[in-house]
Structures are given as structure tokens and as C-alpha cells.
């Protein structure tokens, strides 16, 4: 392939995409609009319109302002590529460093800094003012910016290593290098499960043991009929941050632990949180998480091996906005990679309901074992309250859930548990 005809399927492409995305959307905002006058049928008894309409409208906002973000990062993309600036930020910084390391991980963390400083004042309105709109935000202006400091921080002090040892690999282990680079970042991945819940996390948030009472009884009693070891229950204080809650586990191996937001204790009662729980067991006794990780770990190093190619093609780099005339030998790998994370996306869009099959089937099955192991009843009156209080819409338009979403519609997912709590009944 030469240079312009891969520039002419980069673009086709990326408008592609951009058409693609665009579609969906006001697919999403006409469909959710339709459906804001009345709630529907199945949801009548158990949500007012009032929350039913606020859902619609947060969504319908959060969407519109997908839109908007959309096209600044694409503007911010061509900028990057097309238009030339990596070329003159890569011509920039090897001005003043020369060749070498130094070079190459100051363009990787220039690039990052960029980024992150165009993507601020987004972040900075998303939490201020559309969550702030839905009362959602319970966050201070300067606890967000000292989760920024935090993140940049901590990024800095395992990020850099992490490139640093890919970068020299990229250099000096020969065409081989993306392997050994897979190797070395799955053991990093393996090892931030291990280290996240008990080192990362609660750099940002902080962790109380479970209360005694009904509800940590019960919880025990179900780890104990599912053959669940953890590392211990807590309550994370998400209030701090957001009136969204949750419930998850996290961690691998010996290092599990169960966590639950302190917003969502506070709504649902003893069985309800008893049958969220069993959801997410669900997930860890039909081995989900493990086949994510083999999944995650099997693309990674299909990708890092089509880097590997990629990297050696004239064409790859002139075709998106590079002269690599101007690189030096062994100086284009960082230049590489930051090209590589660009266009993938790119390219990988149209097939994202592949990764939505995949999850909503976990889900389902999830659900099945929470139906088994409790009451399904209890979960699907927590999953509505869930719903409600997370200005969750119950009316997404189907494709755009296809493309977005990893958990089932609510209506689907409320009949299946409905039908699995009838069979129960009757069975018993």
C-alpha cells in the first residue's frame, strides 16, 4: 500500500465512523424523545414520569453532548495527524533532546499532556454542569482537580517504567519485540489487578469494613453457599463524588475483594443488596472475568502484532501526516505508537457490537445465577431502583444500545428475570 491511498482509507473511514456515530445518536435522542411522554407499561408501578422523564432528559443531554465532544476529538485527531502536529511536535522536542530515549518518551508524554489538556475543560463541564444539572455531582472543584493530580501523578510513576521498558524492547529486541513486549504488559496488567483494590484505590477513595447486621450476614451466608473467598466486604464512599451507586468486585486471585458504593446501600434493602451481590458472583462462577482477561490479552497481542508490521511501513507513517524522512533510525517507535493508538479506533468502531454479544451474554447469565441463588424478584425491584436513581433511560433506541451498551435493555433484562422467578415458583 502506498502512502495516499492508505491517507484516502483513513479518511473514508474516519468519516465513516463520524457518520456512523452521529447516526446513532439522533437515533438515540428520537427515540428516547418518543417515549418520554409515558412510562412504560412493564415500569408504570414502580416509576413515576417525573423519573422517568428526567431519565430521558439526562440522556438526551448526555448525548448531545456526546455529539459535541465527538467532533472536537475528531477535529483533534486530523490536528494530530493529517494537519501536521505530531509532525511539529515530534520536530519540536527532537530539537531540543536529540535522538534518543529522551526524545521518544517526552514526545509520548507531550502527546499526553495535550491530550489531556484539551479533553480538561470537557471534563470539568460534564461534572459542574450536565451532572450538576441532574444532581448527580457531589463533587468539589478542588477534589476534582486533585484526582487529576493524583491520576497524573500516579500514571507518571507506573506508566513511565511501563514505557520505557516497551520502548527499549521496540529498539533492541528485533522483530520479535511486540511479543515480548505482550509479555511484559499482560504481567502488568495481572499485576495492577493484584495491586489495585488494596494500593490504587483507595488513593482516591476510602474503604470501611461492612457494618455487622442483616445485610453482612447475608452476604456471608451467600458467599458461603457459592464458594466465594474474599478478602474482605467494604463500603466505598462514593458520595463523595457522585449520587450514582454501585456494587462490584475487584481484584484477582487471593486479592478479591467486594466493594459497595455507599449511595446504593443507603437505597436498597438487605435482600436487594444480597441479590446484586449474587449478580456479580454470577460473573465470577461462570468465570467471566477470567475469559475478559484471556480475550483482552488474546486482541492485544493480535494489535501489538499488527504494530509490528505497521511499524516498519513507510506508507504507515506519510499516510497520516508524518514525514518519517524526519525520524531518526530508532527513533520512530514512540511516534508509532502514539500513530497506532490514533487509527485503531478508527477502524474497530463498526465492529463494537461483537464486544456488546459478548457482554450482554455474561449479563444474562449473571442474572440467571443471581435469579438461583436468591430471589428474583428482590433483583429486579434493586435493578429498578438501580435504574431510577441512576436516571438510567428504559427506552434506549435498540442499535444505539447495540453499539454502546454492555448490559442488556432494561425491559429484556427485567423479563428474563420475571420469567426465571415464575419458573422458580412454579417449580417449587
Known sequence: MNSSAF??????????SLALRFWLASRQIRHVMTHRHAVPAEFAEKISLEAHQKAADYTITKTKFGQILLLVNTAVLVGFTLLGGLQWLSNTLFAISGPGMWY??????????I???????????????????????????????????????LGAVIGLPL???????????????????WLVWSGFQLLMLVLYPSVIAPLFNKFTPLE????????EGLMQRTGFASKGLFVMDGSKRSA?????????????????????????????????LAHELGHFKHKHIIKRIVTLFALSLAFLALLGYLKNQVWFYSGLGIDPHLLAPANDNAMALILFMLALPVFT???????????????????????????????????????EDNASTLTPDPLHSAFYDSHPPAHIRIEKLLHASKRSTQSA
Open 7 to 16: 491517507t484516502v482509507l483513513f479518511v473514508a473511514f474516519l468519516f465513516l
Open 104 to 113: 521518544q518518551i517526552g514526545l509520548l508524554v507531550a502527546f499526553t499532556c
Open 115 to 153: 491530550s489531556s489538556l484539551i479533553d480538561l475543560p470537557f471534563d470539568y463541564y460534564r461534572q459542574f454542569v450536565l451532572e450538576e444539572k441532574f444532581g448527580f455531582n457531589k463533587m468539589r472543584p478542588g477534589l476534582f482537580f486533585a484526582d487529576m493530580i493524583k491520576g497524573a501523578v
Open 163 to 181: 514505557v520505557w521498558v516497551v520502548l527499549s524492547l521496540m529498539e533492541k529486541s528485533g522483530d520479535l519485540w511486540w511479543l515480548y513486549a
Open 212 to 219: 455487622e447486621g442483616d445485610v453482612r450476614s447475608r452476604i
Open 244 to 276: 450514582h451507586g454501585n456494587a462490584y468486585f475487584s481484584g484477582f486471585g487471593a486479592a478479591k475483594r467486594i466493594v459497595f458504593f455507599d449511595t446504593l446501600l443507603s437505597r436498597l434493602t438487605a435482600p436487594e443488596i444480597e441479590a446484586v
Open 349 to 387: 468502531f463498526p465492529l463494537s457490537p461483537l464486544s456488546s454479544i459478548s457482554s450482554r451474554k455474561h449479563e444474562f447469565e449473571a442474572d440467571a445465577f443471581a435469579a438461583q441463588q436468591t430471589n428474583a424478584q428482590d433483583l429486579v425491584s434493586a435493578l429498578v431502583k438501580m435504574y
